[in-house]
């Protein structure tokens, strides 16, 4: 089997192992099972030598003693139980294991090293991958694949979607697909990497390049290890598809968490900065900003410049985005005498057609139909930031679908697409229409700031691509599959 075959095998196995699936209702190894069941249709085999069955399925005292074949097991014993639990593995001719249990290097004692060290050595005797240990897994909505050993009562899971995102931490993991939920943001795949003892960010990145369900890889780093295979990997992912990393440890302080946290060597800030923008990574600075990108990424196409057009119902947030962009390092050009002339024919005398384009509160939603056709069509900005306000007068309810529905038309004229983010601050109304703006296709965010960086990193992106020569290609596929969605 080639590597992408057997981590293809995590991701969807027709049969897996709960190696330690427990009777306790408060043990990992009786919730992971509960919820590997609650949605996975493949085979399921419960391992417990103590027991005849768990949850209403046949328990087996051993993987040998499995009548089927197993493509996945998923270990959750006490961690001097793990090496010999791997060896059986091996021997039953299972080539890929999730091991959940801890209690290995990250503890850095003498004997949590040993064990790792005997799991690694055994599995490649076996030619088996392993995911883990200290780690929560993965989850693929697509098949109900969840290994996980969260309470479901106390969380939710996340929908299909196209962001796949790899952390190097369970605990945060989880709580951002919990987060992401509740946020309507659609994963393709999840994986905890823990200790990263075989299968780390290089393999999945070389496997997440060639999947379909997968448009952005987000990840969560504390320290990579293979630093060269890292680097050859996001070369060869990023001018594909986009790798939006978050790296933990940017301080002394953080490195030193890092190192009992995972057992990782987090080495120097400065030389993940300069990998990731040698090699196209976009860095993220904290959760929000992860998923922000991620999600522009995700819905709208990269920009083919750095032209910024703002567009805005409130003169103080046109003025707000303007500096927030320009101190990312993006421009906000002033419009050509044509299209200034053009915007002074249809908006209100009182409204500012320059740039940013100022509607003003009294302006009704034609006027802002008309300013974003202008603008998208003048040739003189690369990618929008509209700012509604749904609470001025002027604005109907109707203007979120109508204005989705002109720039997509628009944009499947143009050569090449303009992107376009929304930056929409306010109560629960303005977050319930975002919410409905961001369902077809436009992301939405709570502040100019954070509108003005996912723009960026759609510039910084398409840059990327251009300067690769890749961007065609990708703008083609993008607009294939939003066509296709
Ligand atoms: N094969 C099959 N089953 C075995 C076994 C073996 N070799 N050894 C033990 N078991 C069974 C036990 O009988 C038990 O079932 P029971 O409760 O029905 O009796 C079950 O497996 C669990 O074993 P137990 O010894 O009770 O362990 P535990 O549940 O207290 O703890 C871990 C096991 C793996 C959960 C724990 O050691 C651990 O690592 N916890 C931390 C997990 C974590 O945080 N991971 C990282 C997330 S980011």
Redesign the pocket.
């Known amino acids: 089997m080639s590597n992408n075959e057997v981590i293809e095998k995590f991701f969807y196995p027709s049969s897996v192992a709960v ?6 209702p408060s ?4 919730q992971l099972l509960h919820n590997l069941i609650a949605k996975y249709r493949g085979k399921v085999y419960p ?5 005849d069955e ?1 949850l209403g399925i046949k328990a087996y ?2 993987v040998n003693s499995v009548p089927g074949t197993i493509d996945l097991a998923v ?5 001097p ?2 090496p ?2 791997v060896e ?1 593995c091996g021997l039953k001719g299972v080539k890929s294991v999730i091991i ?4 290995f290097k990250e503890l850095g004692t003498s004997e949590g090293i040993e064990f790792e060290k005997r799991i690694v050595s055994t599995a490649k005797r076996f030619g088996i991958r392993v995911i ?5 897994g993965v989850y693929v909505p697509k098949v109900g694949l969840n290994t996980t ?1 969260l309470n479901p009562e106390r969380m939710d899971f996340p929908n299909h979607g196209n962001i796949a995102f790899i952390s190097q ?3 945060f ?2 709580a951002v697909l919990d987060w992401a939920a509740m946020r309507g943001i659609g994963i393709s795949k999840f994986v ?1 990497l ?1 200790n990263k003892c075989d299968v780390d960010e290089s393999d999945l990145l070389n496997y997440l390049v060639s999947d379909d369900d997968t448009q952005v890889i987000t990840m969560y780093v504390e320290g990579v290890e293979k630093g060269r295979e890292f680097a050859k990997s996001l070369r060869s992912v990023t001018t594909v598809k986009p790798v939006v990393i978050l790296k933990a440890g940017r301080s002394e302080e953080g490195v030193r968490a890092i190192a009992s946290h995972t057992g990782s060597l987090a080495g120097a800030d400065v030389v993940y900065d300069v990998v990731f923008r040698q090699f196209g990574a976009i860095r993220a600075m904290g959760m929000d900003e992860l998923f922000d990108i991620a999600l522009s990424l995700s819905l709208q196409p990269p920009a083919k410049g750095m032209n910024v057009g703002i567009l805005t119902v409130g003169g103080g947030s046109g003025v707000m985005a303007t500096d927030a962009a320009v101190s990312l390092g993006l421009k906000v050009p002033k419009l050509s005498d044509t299209t200034v002339s053009k915007l002074r024919k249809v908006l209100l005398p009182i409204a500012s057609p320059y740039n940013p384009v100022d509607v003003t509160g009294s302006a009704r939603d034609e006027h802002l139909l008309q300013a974003v056709e202008i603008l998208t069509r003048s040739g003189e900005v690369d990618i929008i930031i509209w700012i509604p306000y749904f609470m001025a007068p002027g604005i109907s309810k109707e203007l979120a679908k109508n204005f989705i529905t002109l720039i997509k038309s628009i944009n499947n004229e143009l050569d090449t697409p303009i992107p376009i983010v929304g930056a929409a601050t306010g109560g629960r109304h303005t977050a319930k229409l975002s919410t409905i703006i961001e369902n077809e296709g436009i992301p939405m965010y709570p502040s100019v700031e954070r509108a003005a960086k996912a723009a960026w990193a759609l510039c910084k992106y398409g840059q990327w691509l251009r300067d690769n020569g890749t961007f065609e290609e990708y703008i083609s596929k993008h607009m294939r599959s939003k066509a296709t969605n």
């Open positions: 190696v330690g699936a427990s009777r306790e043990k990992v190894g009786y391992i417990n030598p103590k027991v768990i005292p051993n270990i959750s014993v006490p961690a139980a793990v010999t639990v059986e959940i249990s801890a209690g883990g240990p200290n780690c929560m050993f931490s369970g605990a993991g989880i905890s823990g």
